[in-house]
């Protein structure tokens, strides 16, 4: 370690002597400014930038401009450290290590394994306006699949998952608090996948590499007058374009039943299979029978267990019978409300409750991979102890690990240095 530290102190000391050599960045006595002003030369200015190899100093050409009172040295923004501190090397790694755990943590990484000092709070800073150029870059930058690497089913799968935030932005906002107060927000992800193998069984397995993520705290909710789609609806419409879900042969919309979930997949998939996580189904007939037997009665679970295989084949009127006649018999309100949600949470998912026809068609029928997803890619990182969020901060992290886990980050990383080369 010793041996590596002398060895970057050394080349770090030949580039910064090869650099503060080199005056070409002078481009004469004036040059223009980005407020259409000329910028003055006052002189050659040092700043010391922490880089791969380490801290070094380097002297540049500064101009400063009177009409707007800013200051720039040219050669800053031809390295990308324009503005900043830190090289496009260690905002990269400090990128890397922000996606995966803790601030404090990723300053403790950078320091044991790459010798560079980085403390929590810039770790934080970095990451955060990082997040925000990559959030600025997913929704200018759309592309499109190319048409061999179109599945010929693709699936979207939408859901939320609670992330803790600090007081002030749950501020007044309804919540599941015993007091109707709220500690998290609502992060909505669409999540994209393609599933043509088959376990032994033959049901559908995702195939490897092709899930990818987009998710942000964003609302889901349009009304009828407004003259845009709500902000969550267009990204999930960036993603699909993104994906080539349009040039599918077949397209299926998975979820939970929530309803902004179908109004979306009618919205921008019109044509597309919608299908009720068969999982989630089953849980809304456990929580009945819980409620009508008791959480551990061996014959409430008996209850539950003969409905899910009327849920399996496809018997919802079956279900339904049952549900009523409990109705019929009970007098306990509470019981009879459960009861009357859960048959009209049949009744308004029943079409898209055909078990049966999705299996013989070799559809997806379950949402474990946008379950997995909310885990995975919120969950993970924005979900442990002790943490509270800004919605600035949590949706920066998640833009940042949903370019990395979708395998975007280096396109990303592309078009970020080329941007910083052309300004």
Not at 209 to 235: H, K, L, N, P, Q
Request: proline share 3%.
């Amino acid at each position: 370690m010793a041996a590596r530290r002398c060895a970057l102190a050394v080349a770090a000391r030949a580039v910064a002597r090869r650099l503060n050599a080199d005056h070409t960045d002078y481009a004469g006595p004036r040059v223009p400014c980005r407020c259409g002003q000329r910028a003055r030369y006052a002189g050659r200015k040092a700043k010391t930038f922490l880089t791969a190899l380490g801290e070094m100093r380097l002297a540049r050409a500064y101009y400063h401009c009177a009409a707007c009172q800013r200051g720039f040295c040219p050669r800053d923004r031809l390295l990308g450290m324009e503005g900043a501190s830190l090289s496009p090397a260690v905002t990269r790694m400090v990128g890397t290590v922000a996606v995966m755990v803790s601030f404090a943590e990723g300053s403790e990484l950078l320091g044991t394994l790459a010798g560079l000092p980085v403390n929590a709070k810039q770790v934080e800073r970095t990451a955060e306006a990082l997040g925000i150029e990559t959030a600025e870059d997913e929704r200018q930058y759309v592309g499109s699949a190319e048409a061999a690497a179109i599945a010929p089913t693709m699936y979207v799968g939408m859901d939320g998952t609670g992330v803790p935030m600090r007081k002030g932005e749950v501020a007044g906002r309804p919540g599941k608090q015993a007091d109707g107060a709220a500690k998290t927000r609502e992060v909505k992800l669409c999540t994209v996948w393609s599933a043509e193998g088959r376990d032994e069984d033959g049901v559908p397995v995702r195939d490897a590499g092709s899930v990818s993520y987009s998710a942000a705290i964003e609302s889901a909710a349009t009304r009828d007058t407004d003259e845009t789609c709500s902000a969550f609806a267009r990204r999930v419409e960036r993603e699909a374009r993104r994906r080539g879900v349009d040039r599918a042969k077949r397209r299926a919309v998975l979820g939970d039943g929530a309803p902004w979930i179908w109004n979306i997949a009618g919205e921008y998939f019109p044509e597309a299979i919608q299908i009720v996580d068969r999982f989630h189904a089953k849980e809304h007939l456990s929580g009945v029978a819980k409620v009508l037997y008791g959480a551990t009665s061996e014959l409430g679970a008996a209850w539950a267990k003969g409905r899910h295989d009327e849920l399996d084949a496809g018997q919802l009127h079956k279900i339904v019978a049952a549900l009523a006649a409990h109705s019929r018999a009970c007098t306990d309100a509470a019981k009879r409300e459960a009861l009357r949600k859960c048959i009209g949470y049949l009744w308004a998912n029943r079409r898209r409750m055909r078990y049966p026809d999705f299996r013989a068609q070799g559809l997806c029928t379950s949402t474990a991979v946008v379950e997995a997803g909310c885990k995975v890619s919120i969950g993970t990182r924005l979900k442990r102890a002790g943490m509270h969020w800004t919605v600035r901060g949590a949706n920066a992290i998640i833009a940042l690990r949903c370019s990395k886990l979708s395998g975007r980050f280096e396109d990303f990383w592309e078009r970020r240095a080329l941007a910083k080369v052309v300004a």
